[in-house]
């Protein structure tokens, strides 16, 4: 195997044991046992555990990136859409779960275990792309067009129902979750728009 592929392999391994276990229930001789290589082989290509923690965290951010996405919520608020953006944010989210259980797992990890810094970097909705969004509510509200309420709330009214959810069906894989993610789509974006615009 060559050392693209065996680092691949390996960043593999880890990411599924992260997800099951977090970063300290996981253990670089478990990752190699999972990946079928000696535990040494991993400090070829990793300087330590946290190093291949950072390796799978970064393959996550590089193939979940999807610039569609985020150049239709741009899109959306250049077009003064509010419903519209609304609807791509709840399907932005609920998408970002469908695609990546694993990873979402393991960012749940990193929150409780205090690696912050690496959930916010695999965050599928960038820091940036969220403060644009908060900027847009809060200029709609002076405009006239929104609820007054804090911008940033309706935010996360919004991103909170969709998580919920979608947590629930990907992450925990819960038999109580019985809609479809187009049923959940609609009915909370109904239910955001219902409250947050006049």
């Known amino acids: 195997m060559k ?3 065996r680092r691949t392999s390996l960043i593999e391994a ?26 040494s082989l991993i400090f070829r290509h990793f300087e330590n555990k946290e190093s291949l923690y950072h390796a799978v965290i970064d ?6 990136r999807r610039p569609d996405w985020h150049d239709e919520i741009r899109a959306c608020m250049a077009a003064n859409s509010d419903a519209d953006l ?11 779960y469908r695609g990546h259980p694993v990873m979402q797992r393991l ?12 959930a916010d970097r695999a965050c599928h909705l960038p820091k940036a792309l969220q403060k644009e969004v908060i900027a847009y509510f809060k200029r709609r509200q002076e405009e006239g067009a ?19 959810y979608a947590i629930g069906k990907y992450c925990y894989k819960l038999k ?17 728009i219902r409250a947050v615009m006049k």
């Open 176 to 192: 109580e979750v019985a809609i479809s993610d187009d049923e959940a789509t609609e009915a909370f974006s109904q239910f955001a």
């Open 107 to 118: 960012v749940l990890f990193a929150i409780l275990e205090g690696y912050h810094k690496e």
């Open 14 to 39: 880890a990411r599924t044991l992260f997800a099951e276990r977090g970063f300290h229930g996981t253990t670089t001789k478990q990752v190699a046992a999972a990946a079928g290589v000696t535990e």
């Open 86 to 96: 609304i609807r791509a944010l709840v399907a932005y989210v609920i998408g970002a």
């Open 146 to 164: 929104l609820q007054p309420m804090n911008p940033a709330a309706v935010f996360h009214i919004i991103f909170g129902m969709a998580r919920s």
């Open 3 to 5: 050392n693209a592929e």
């Open 59 to 64: 393959d996550y951010v590089e193939r979940s």
